[in-house]
């Protein structure tokens, strides 16, 4: 998967190898409170600092992924994420250092800003990089390895921290893949885009500019509508996770069963990630897998509101979590790519960014209603929770999630109809918007003869279905008024 000079390869790697930082405090959060005498409070915004960051620094990184490249992109994101992951270490390395948190804080806030880097680049990458019947599956690899960082995070921060001392150890590994993927993107990976593009799209990729990309984006229905629901999605989901281990402990479950329920939500979700990619691929069914997953995840997450609060429930529950994941998780990519199929020509950094950075508001915003929403328990409780808290009644928290996750399921299935902008124009195979180009007539003084259809034993990954559209005239419907649009 890697070509000479270029990012197919080392992308995915690289992904991984920084994303697993932002969450290495919070599996051992009571051992870095005790350790260096900071509350609770302090540690958990070890992780928020992330949901801050990424809304002001998701905007910055459209730009960059935009206008300056894939290549100076990953390449500084590799560089920040090096530099925060040693800041963080250097408090256990310097005694005469007065206030690690800061350290700490400033550390992480480095790591976020490298974060929203990589997190919108795998449709870049899958774009530039990839024929049309491999993107869905590249930005899928790409866009996986993401979780798979977190999972390490979740596995390797227990393992390596059982007391205070061990805290430097653990500081010190992570700062290995850090440097490690800083290394690789700054050696291996030479230009932005390959020397022949691999598709018409990549001809054309990012051929409107930043700012009047945004409004060509405020502008498009559906694509307001996919970027609030799924970013709705993506903050349900964030919430989710933060908040697993404070539901479960409340209804009597131990934290190591919280972690395995974790994990089997990442896991299940690389794998129906993986399923769908292929599909998507074959198919280029985008709209349908994304709406089918996200009802079947809202299913899950009703399923789980309603089980977790009930004790003795642990097989229950861990198959919940894992058909959350695999119905929920798993479409991520497929929405991404939906996203910039959508919204063509507007650049892919700025179509999956605005995404993300719309549910990294809106998740912010959840978490803090779902909490505010929890009162104190009066009944007997079987709580599991640490440091003597009260414990909680998390029920109409966890229906408000699950309410959330269905009405933005049903706007989406009801409201959004698009038609795929940029595999219409690499099917017309038209000239890239920035080579010069022949005079277009009008568009009522315009031929109406149907497109040269693509033989589809000769062009790989296409299915009957798409053959189907283009020879019911769907296409050719469809392209004239994507280009009489403003």
């Not at 593009?197 to 409004?215: D, I, N, Q, R």
């Not at 089980?307 to 929920?328: E, K, M, N, R, T």
Request: glycine share 10%; aromatic share 10%.
């Amino acid at each position: 998967m890697s070509g000479p000079g270029g990012p197919r390869g080392q992308k995915a790697w690289t992904s991984g190898g920084w994303l697993e930082l932002w969450l290495s405090f919070a599996p051992v959060a009571e051992v870095i409170a005790q350790h260096f005498f900071l509350s609770m409070e302090q540690v958990n915004w070890l992780s928020l600092i992330y949901f801050v960051v990424a809304i002001p620094g998701g905007i910055a990184a459209i730009w960059v992924l935009d206008s300056v490249g894939l290549r100076a992109a990953t390449i500084l994101g590799a560089w920040l994420n090096f530099l925060g992951s040693a800041l963080r270490a250097l408090p256990c390395m310097a005694v005469w250092i007065p206030s690690p948190f800061a350290f700490f804080m400033a550390g992480q806030s480095l790591c976020a800003l490298a974060q929203t880097l990589v997190i919108f680049s795998p449709a870049k990458l899958a774009a530039l990089w990839f024929p049309e019947h491999q993107r869905a599956t590249a930005n899928m690899i790409a866009t996986m390895s993401n979780p798979l960082g977190i999972l390490v995070a979740n596995l390797l921060s227990p393992a390596l921290v059982k007391k205070g001392e061990d805290i430097p150890l653990m500081l010190g590994v992570y700062i290995i893949p850090a440097g490690l993927a800083c290394l690789l993107a700054t050696t291996c990976i030479g230009e932005s885009v390959p020397p022949t593009p691999p598709s018409a799209g990549a001809a054309s990729s990012t051929s409107e500019k930043f700012l009047p990309g945004l409004w060509l984006l405020l502008r498009n229905k559906a694509y307001v509508i996919l970027a609030m629901c799924f970013g709705g999605g993506i903050g349900v989901f964030s919430s989710f996770s933060a908040l697993l281990e404070q539901i479960l402990c409340a209804s009597g479950y131990s934290s190591e069963f919280s972690g395995l329920c974790g994990a089997l939500f990442i896991v299940f979700g690389i794998l129906g990630a993986l399923i769908l990619g292929l599909y998507v691929d074959r198919t280029k069914h985008f709209t349908e897998a994304t709406k089918i997953g996200l009802c079947l995840a809202s299913l899950a997450c009703l399923a789980f509101s309603l089980v977790a609060q009930l004790q003795g429930q642990a097989i229950v529950l861990a198959a919940i979590c894992s058909l959350l994941g695999l119905f929920g998780f798993s479409v991520a990519p497929v929405a991404m790519e939906l996203a910039v199929e959508c919204s063509f020509p507007v650049g892919e950094g700025a179509a999956t960014g605005l995404v993300f950075v719309l549910g990294q508001a809106e998740g912010v915003l959840i978490m803090v209603l779902l909490t505010a929403l929890t009162v104190r328990r009066t009944d007997p409780s079987f709580s599991t929770c640490q440091h003597g808290e009260d414990s909680l009644d998390w029920t109409v928290s966890l229906l408000l999630m699950a309410g959330l996750c269905t009405l933005f399921t049903c706007v989406l299935v009801l409201f959004f109809h698009t038609p795929y902008r940029r595999l219409q124009a690499e099917y017309r195979g038209l000239p890239p918007p920035r080579m010069p180009s022949p005079t277009v007539k009008p568009l009522s003084e315009a031929p109406q003869e149907a497109p040269a259809l693509l033989d589809p034993l000769e062009t790989p990954g296409f299915s009957g279905a798409v053959t189907r559209d283009l020879c019911e005239g769907r296409v050719r419907q469809a392209w004239p008024s994507w280009r009489a649009a403003p």
